[in-house]
């Protein structure tokens, strides 16, 4: 195994935090992608290509695609202010030497893409509002899978504090066919035949544990809350999901839901992250309350691990501040790279990553001072 790049998506711009072999000595490159919000990134292990999709309402939403990580091309879903002012202000498009292009395809209604998944040949990326995209053809271009827009229950869905979002998507490594897709605040989506239909999996199996919640996203009516924050797909098919309202795990798909969260001193966190070889082993980042500040508990930053499938649960601070400690770390903002000895990376909106090479028994900071870190993902030199 190669040196580790962790593709840091940020407020500013992707960033590549490269390591030596011995995971040592990293350096940051960037900002790429001309300072745009990068809500996630995207690398192939085998080509080296990299992807990254963000946006927001000035410059709209896309997908920047690099194949050695010098030159960035742009496929733009929609359009932002940027472009209303190129077409209709002839001195801000010549002070900024640049013309108004053709609209982008889905101009008014895309704000910002939150997702990337690659899956076979096909790439697909979740948008905000809540909307799958489909590329066959290495993210030049994109069509909506109508399908899930115009799912039954999508007149329903509500959004989250951060807006209606579709930001996770899980793929099967194998069955190219199946995806599970996360929606704050709609829940858990399934699909079995490769996104021409879909299921929505929130069923919670322990359901007497969600009675008498005040939350409105939160449990009810037999189903855990619908404001999922992020999930994943440990190597065994079990699926792992931390929930604006707990901790939470699938043996069957997302057809059914166990609560994990007993044992940990929040329900309340953004990312989960699951061990690629040993699916028994997992982290999560609690924070002390959606509306108490959502910073670690007692201002005291730890990462707590489970060797059993959440049946118990650790926490590992060695390295970690543990006093004055306000950070919070995001959904996309957690990453286990594939090293015989596997690292685990985390970013904070406070600009800092930390990593551990030990499963979590201990941390140092490898970056520091970059914007608002989004996404953390790994890929292999």
């Keep these: ?39 996630h990134a995207l690398g192939d292990p085998i080509t080296g290509q990299i992807w990254a999709a963000g946006g927001g309402e000035w410059s709209g939403a896309g997908v ?46 895309l704000e910002a893409l939150w997702s990337l998944k690659q899956s076979g040949d096909r790439l697909f990326a979740g948008g905000k509002p809540a909307a799958l995209f489909v590329s066959d053809d290495q993210g030049q271009s994109w069509a909506e899978v109508e399908s899930l827009s115009k799912h039954p229950s999508a007149q329903d869905w509500q959004p989250g504090a951060a807006g209606l979002t579709l930001h996770t998507i899980i793929a099967h490594p194998e069955t190219l066919d199946h995806l599970w897709l996360g929606i704050s605040a709609a829940g858990v989506f399934a699909s079995e035949d490769g996104g021409q239909s879909w ?23 037999g189903n855990t809350g619908l404001c999922v924050h992020n999930m994943m797909r440990a190597s065994d098919g079990t699926l792992y999901q931390q929930n604006h309202h707990g901790t939470f795990k699938s043996q ?25 070889e040993k699916p028994q082993t997992i982290w999560t980042f609690p924070l002390n309350g959606d509306a108490i500040g959502r910073f670690p508990p007692d201002a005291s930053a730890a990462v707590w691990r489970s060797r059993d ?36 990376y985390f970013g904070t909106n406070s600009g800092s990553i930390f990593a551990s090479l030990d499963e979590g028994d201990s941390w140092s900071e490898i970056a520091r001072h970059l914007p608002t870190i989004l996404c953390v993902e790994t890929l292999a030199d």
């Design 1 to 39: 195994m190669g040196a580790i790049t962790l593709l840091v998506g940020t407020t500013k711009g992707l960033f590549l935090v490269s390591s030596d072999v011995a995971r040592k000595g990293w350096q940051v490159a960037g900002p790429f992608c001309e300072g745009w919000t990068i809500n």
């Design 64 to 109: 920047w695609h690099s194949t050695d990580r010098q030159d960035w091309r742009l496929s733009k879903l929609s359009d932002g202010m940027v472009d209303d002012w190129l077409r209709n202000d002839p001195d801000f498009s010549k002070m900024t030497g640049r013309e108004a292009a053709d609209p982008a395809p889905f101009s008014g209604k």
């Design 199 to 221: 299921e929505r999996r929130n069923r919670l199996s322990n359901a007497p544990t969600c009675e008498g919640h005040p939350h409105p996203t939160g449990p009810h009516d």
């Design 252 to 276: 069957d798909g997302g057809r059914s839901w166990d609560d994990i969260s007993a044992g940990l001193p929040s329900n309340f966190g953004f990312p989960i992250a699951v061990h690629p």
């Design 309 to 344: 499938g959440g049946a118990s649960w650790q926490a590992c601070r060695n390295g970690l501040p543990q006093s004055a400690c306000y950070f919070t770390v995001l959904r996309q903002a957690m990453a286990v790279d594939c090293c015989p000895e596997s690292g685990l």
